[in-house]
């Protein structure tokens, strides 16, 4: 019985250790090489930090040294954060201060970036000063060192989006994610032979189910730089000349090479299988992609970061007409979803739209460092008065169609998914508002057809966009940036006094 993922990996070194791991550009890496490099950073870290279950930052772009840090710190008995290099400081600020860690790995190109945010609260290790000579422990030492843990230890922690203007610390353990491999590995087939198509930031979730994958299959990696999102053409070259056989993406991408019509001109023959998640994949671009992959198996997967990866999928087994969504489908096998109306009471109907909660071995264990939050979001089931059972309220809307399959509907409050992150609207409002003072209200809204985030604002005098974006670049990342900006003599207010959010959402979709 495994209960924690180095195990994983460990086994797969012994069975794959001369097969490519990851790579990276011109750049390749053994399974045994990522190991022996995973295990000497480890080492360093066990002597800096001597801690375990306790988080590692790792403030570096993906890359092979993204990897073996992550890797590493599983090997130390700790549990990884990946930050985005590209975030403001003073978003990077709120998430140290919050979720503390013991240490941040970087390195020498990254590392007065992180040492202006730290300050001399956190221990940093550049793993540029790590020299290939330093000492590789047996992986039996970690093995002896970890004898204590246990599959509920945290894995990883994953920062969302969080109102208040801080970033919520997801925190994952071992047991979910083991217990998402279970459901996925035998039903779509992985193997050694696989190929990933590594797109998704170090800071998603699927990068962390992509590690599961190198770790507990023996796949390869290939990383996709990040600027090649701006160029489809190079990624899906890339795809070609790596023999890529599985991706699992962000619509966003791939409704990009539909519009282009790069399908056609560049097919992916090597291509079994595709998952997407994180929003909603129009069908009509879907079905461009169907049509020029036939050899293709495409999976709908759904499911908040709360929940590790995905609760609920759908593989497309039949023709979908353009105009009809793509269900998200049914549960994995030990997931239960419940559909609870307003009162709290379970929904069976056929389209009869529901707030879907989850139950299960997936939920994540809560936020960290944030009791309140856990406490508002992983609540008690309302169906069950006889023992605890925690549920993640996950505010979406669904329903089931005439065939029993559960279709996304929408949001219930403000979070949305943009560009496959997803982004907590008031968190945008407080920083422009409250951090910065750029206006004196304000209401984000989101045009979900032309995925734009806009600002309706009250204010003595009107900015410029470039003006907005100049200051909110500086304290949120791109991504969270609005396109479009409205300044109002006032903002219409509902009867409770409070901004009428659904009036403005409404408006900007009509």
């Known amino acids: ?85 590209k975030n403001p400081q003073e978003r990077l600020q709120n998430i140290i201060k919050l979720i503390q860690p013991v240490a941040v790995i970087t390195n020498s190109r990254y590392l007065p970036a992180i040492e202006s945010v730290v300050g001399n609260t956190v221990k940093l290790v550049n793993v540029d000063d790590v020299p290939d000579t330093a000492e590789v422990l047996d992986p039996h030492y970690f093995m002896e060192r970890n004898r204590n843990l246990i599959d509920t230890d945290p894995y990883c922690i994953i920062n969302t989006s969080g109102s208040t203007g801080t970033p919520k610390g997801v925190v994952l353990n071992h047991k979910s994610f083991i217990d998402f491999m279970a ?103 879907f079905n461009i992609w169907r049509k020029n992959m036939p050899q293709t198996v495409f999976s709908n997967f759904y499911g ?31 997931t239960g979803i419940l559909i609870l109306d307003e009162q709290d009471k379970l929904v069976s109907e056929t389209g009869k739209p529901g707030e879907l909660c989850v139950r299960g071995t997936s939920l994540a264990m809560g936020y ?18 006889s023992y605890p059972e925690i549920i993640y309220r996950t505010g979406d809307i669904v329903y089931l169609n005439e065939r029993g399959e559960m279709v996304f509907k929408g949001r219930k409050d403000s979070l949305i998914k943009h ?29 979900h057809q032309k995925k734009e985030i806009t600002l309706y604002y009250e204010a003595e005098q009107e900015l410029s966009p470039a003006e907005f974006r100049k200051a909110i670049s500086n304290a ?25 959010r659904l009036y403005y959402s409404q408006l900007v979709e009509s």
Not at 234 to 251: D, E, H
Not at 317 to 331: L, Q, S, T, V
């Open 476 to 500: 949120l990342p791109k991504y969270m940036v609005p396109v479009v900006y409205h300044r109002l003599p006032e903002l219409k207010r509902n009867a409770n006094g409070k901004i009428d």
């Open 183 to 285: 459901q996925t590995f035998d039903e779509f087939a992985f193997t050694e032979q696989d190929v990933i198509g590594s797109l998704s930031p170090v800071v998603f979730d699927i990068w962390s189910f992509e590690l599961c994958l190198l770790q507990g299959r023996g796949c390869s990696m290939v990383l996709i730089p990040d600027t090649y999102s701006a160029f489809p053409v190079k990624i899906l070259q890339l795809m070609q000349q790596q023999k890529v056989s599985y991706i699992f993406w962000v619509p966003t991408i791939m409704v990009n090479m539909a519009n282009m019509g790069l399908l056609e001109q560049l097919p992916l023959p090597d291509l079994r299988l595709c998952w997407f998640a994180g929003e909603v994949f129009p069908t009509k671009q």
């Open 419 to 447: 560009l496959g992150y997803r982004i907590e609207l008031g968190e945008i409002e407080h920083v422009i508002i409250n951090n910065l003072k750029l206006v004196k209200n304000g209401c984000i809204v989101y045009h």
């Open 368 to 385: 960290y460092n944030n009791p309140e939050k856990t406490k508002a979001a992983f609540v008690q089931n309302p169906l069950n008065s």
């Open 1 to 85: 019985m495994k209960i924690n993922l180095i195990e994983f990996f460990v086994e797969t070194v012994r069975k794959y250790a001369g097969k490519t791991a990851v790579t990276e550009g011109d750049r390749s890496v053994s399974f045994d090489n990522l190991d022996q490099g995973s295990r000497r950073l480890a080492k360093v870290l066990s002597d800096t930090c001597a801690c375990q279950n306790h988080p590692i930052a790792v403030f570096l772009p993906k890359c092979v040294e993204a990897v073996e840090a992550d890797l590493a710190i599983t090997y130390s008995g700790n549990a990884y954060m990946n930050l985005d290099v």
């Open 304 to 334: 908040p970061i709360e929940i590790t990866l995905d609760c609920v999928y759908y593989t497309i087994d039949r023709a979908i007409p353009d105009e009809e969504p793509i269900p998200i489908g049914k549960p994995f096998r030990n």
